[in-house]
């Protein structure tokens, strides 16, 4: 069963720009979670969609935004991008909430 | 305020030491909790996790951890270790429902063990 998938691995981008990151969870689970990573911040929450809904969502500003196709596959988006977005992010699949997440490898991001 | 503090930033042992690293949160009612694995070169992985029942959880490669809800600590333990368990560790708490995987993860904690 393949793990999760996201693209691209990695990505340089200078401030003012905007992003889209891409996930494809495990076959079958239907929960897409984003979770930002720094090393000052450590892991955050970014958020959380089911079913192409967005569930939860985390203390990030409105330029974080998400979204779940019917297939399961997310996407996330930065918008005008900011020196201190420059992380690492983790896409996490499960087959329902509050269960045991699998994460991708992840994206990592450079704003210059 | 919901945290996660892991008591070690670095920890550095010798193959067959025991192991135990700290974790205590603060989360407001009942809680789900984890610990997760990064190895070298690898993406995060779970290790093992606590919903109810049993406060002793045993997870893979021999690693256990104990919830104790009166200290709100959940620490990990293994009672001998290998140079493989070279990683880092996070600890991470969640509302046992209605949370949709919002996880509030601590700092994590590198361990390096030599041979």
């Known amino acids: 069963k393949a793990g999760v998938t996201q693209t691209p691995r990695y990505l340089i981008k200078t401030r003012g720009q905007q992003v889209t990151l891409s996930c494809s969870p495990i076959s079958g689970h239907r929960s897409v979670s984003w979770y930002q990573q720094t090393p000052g911040q450590g892991l955050q929450f970014l958020f959380e969609?089911?079913?192409?809904?967005?569930?939860n969502k985390g203390n990030f500003p409105g330029r974080f935004s998400g979204r779940q196709f019917s297939n399961s596959r997310s996407e996330m988006n930065v918008s005008t991008l900011e020196l201190g977005d420059s992380a690492l992010y983790l896409c996490?699949?499960?087959?329902?909430?509050?269960?045991?997440?699998?994460f991708g490898s992840g994206t990592q991001l450079s704003v210059l | 305020a919901q945290s996660v503090s892991q008591h070690n930033h670095h920890v550095i042992l010798s193959e067959a030491a025991s192991l135990e690293l700290g974790c205590n949160y603060s989360y407001g009612g009942t809680v789900n909790l984890f610990w997760y694995v990064q190895y070298p070169g690898q993406h995060l992985q779970l290790l093992l996790k606590y919903f109810s029942g049993d406060p002793l959880v045993k997870g893979i490669k021999g690693f256990e951890a104990e919830f104790i809800k009166s200290k709100f600590s959940f620490n990990l333990r293994k009672p001998s270790v290998q140079w493989s368990d070279t990683a880092e560790y996070f600890c991470a708490v969640g509302p046992f429902s209605g949370g949709y995987n919002k996880l509030i993860f601590g700092a994590g904690t590198r361990l390096a063990v030599h041979p």
């Open positions: 969609y089911f079913s192409e809904t967005q569930r």
């Open positions: 996490a699949s499960s087959a329902t909430t509050n269960e045991k997440l699998f």
